[in-house]
Nanobody, 129 residues
Framework: QVQLVESGGGLVQPGGSLRLSCAAS????????IGWFRQAPGKEREGVSC????????YYADSVKGRFTTSRDNADNTVYLQMNSLKPEDTAVYYC??????????????????????WGQGTQVTVSS
């Protein structure tokens, strides 16, 4: 059974940093692209970033480019999201999700949430002074 568990969220001041972790079990991470998504109250879920399984290519939403970095450690079955220069508008519940199979590369490149198969429970990130 695939399980994804996010951690690392919390309260941070504007301009601060956080690193989220996504620990995966029940799957061989080498075969999966891993995306990060977020959802703020009253808003739709938004794709934040994705890292491919093959060459480690990364993709980012325009709103986080230059501030967020995603990386993966397949040996440790963990994917990370380093978030710098955080803004109040980054406040949301952050989820990691996994995708494999035929649509994997497309889903990752477009950070399309409906195509991701397995989801974590989320971790709250609050950016406030």
């Amino acid at each position: 059974q695939v399980q994804l568990v996010e951690s690392g969220g919390g309260l941070v001041q504007p301009g601060g940093s956080l690193r989220l972790s996504c620990a995966a079990s029940g799957l061989i991470l080498d075969y999966y692209a891993i995306g990060w998504f977020r959802q703020a109250p009253g808003k739709e879920r938004e794709g934040v970033s994705c890292i491919s399984n093959s060459d480690g290519s990364t993709y980012y939403a325009d709103s986080v480019k230059g501030r967020f970095t995603t990386s993966r450690d397949n040996a440790d079955n963990t994917v990370y999201l380093q978030m710098n220069s955080l803004k109040p508008e980054d406040t949301a519940v952050y989820y990691c999700a996994a995708v494999t199979g035929y649509y994997r590369d497309y889903a990752c490149g477009e950070i399309k949430s409906p195509l991701f198969e397995s989801w974590g429970q989320g971790t709250q990130v609050t950016v406030s002074s």
